[in-house]
């Protein structure tokens, strides 16, 4: 199995880093990088596969070389560090210096794990509704993480895009490399974020969790809201872990009252239509060289955020409204289908536990 070669600080708690660390299934690759979560803090590793004349080794010798923070947004700026330490590994074995060398020039003070509470202990999740800052998190591949985002799953990022805001738990299944999937875990979470003042103080956070194996079967037991990936196949079993499972391009639900919400609706795809057309708009304007400051990350999380943003500020008008009625011309000022979005209004409606009546007519009776 997995082993824990070396560390700094010696004395910190490492259970289970060497499965999340090294993708089950790795084997298989030659190289990946891997986002986690461990306890409180969230980790980068890069792995790298070798081959080498040894029966002991089983004719390969595999490392991960990773490192723990408590906030993901700017560890992917030791990327090519960690890259270039796994294959100094690989080719000279126990020759840590360059990595002491880091730890002192990086270290600071980890939370600890097990004495304070997560609750009293604010950690630097990615949507917060009181920021309007967002982690900036390049990808390494030139086209950007959000773009790779909406290519591969077309006109589905709208139903992704309603389970994030409902806080569903979204696990995404892909065999590896499991690095460009840990990118969708954040994609996922970035079409979340509301950034009105006052809302949901009771809404459970949605939170990247990145790369999950089965050692973590038993923290995702408890947990009410969060997004992450696997290499697993045996999660799909366990549907109790999770509302919504993302297999590749197919997004499914085991739970009946959230079959609704797959399918794309009118509503969804005019905001893919226009998604698109800004995108498009962007791409002109960066190529006749009038915009070099804007990108695709940006527009792809303002895009959402402004969505958001319209359907809160609508609902929390109408609930402080005398008659609190919400009806079919509010859906379609939100940018919502008044019958399609029907049942995720409803679900919306109590997960943010907001008072509104909702009287949209049902067609088979017109």
């Known amino acids: 199995g997995n082993m824990v070669e070396w560390c700094l600080p010696q004395d910190i708690d490492l259970e289970g880093v060497e499965f999340k660390s090294m993708a089950s299934g790795s084997h298989k690759i030659q190289s990946d990088f891997i986002y986690f979560r461990k306890g409180l803090c969230f ?13 002991l080794e089983r004719g390969a010798r595999m490392k991960s070389v990773g490192i723990l923070s408590p906030s993901y947004t700017l560890l992917y700026r030791y990327m090519h560090f960690l890259e270039n330490q796994v294959r100094h590994q690989l080719e000279m074995p126990g020759h840590y210096s360059h990595l002491e060398a ?79 999937v840990c990118y969708r875990v954040y994609c996922c979470c970035c079409l979340a974020n509301v950034s009105l003042p006052g809302l949901g103080g009771t809404v459970p956070e949605s939170k990247p969790f990145f790369y999950v ?42 739970h009946e009252h959230l079959q609704p919400l797959l399918k794309i609706n009118n509503a969804d795809k005019e905001k893919y239509r226009r998604l698109n057309d800004q995108r ?41 409204s005398q008659d609190k009625t919400l009806t079919a011309d509010h859906a379609r000022g939100m940018g919502l289908d008044p019958q399609g979005d029907r049942s995720f209004l409803m679900d919306l409606l109590e997960v943010y536990g907001i008072d509104v009546m909702l009287v949209i007519d049902n067609p088979c009776c017109t």
């Open 43 to 55: 980790g980068l590793a890069c792995f790298a596969n070798m081959p080498v004349e040894s029966e």
């Open 102 to 180: 880091f730890y002192d020039d990086k270290k600071g003070v980890l939370p600890d794990s097990k004495g304070t509470p997560s609750s009293q202990q604010p950690v630097h999740w990615l949507p917060s509704i009181h920021r309007y800052m967002y982690p900036e998190m390049k990808i390494t591949h030139p086209a950007g993480c959000m773009s790779q985002f909406i290519k591969f799953f077309g006109e589905q990022i709208l139903v992704l895009w309603k389970f994030a805001l409902l806080r569903k738990r979204i696990l995404i299944f892909s065999p590896p490399p499991v690095g460009v």
């Open 213 to 254: 194996n089965v050692a973590d079967i038993e923290m995702l037991e408890t947990e009410v809201s969060y997004v992450a990936c696997t290499t697993e196949k045996i999660f799909e079993q366990k549907r109790d872990l999770y509302d919504v499972y993302v297999d590749n391009q197919n997004v499914k639900t085991h």
């Open 280 to 320: 498009q708009m962007l791409l002109y304007s960066q190529e006749v060289g009038e915009d070099c400051s804007s990108c695709e990350e940006d527009l792809f999380i303002l895009f959402f955020m402004e969505q958001n943003n319209r359907i809160f500020q609508t609902l929390m008008e109408v609930s402080a």
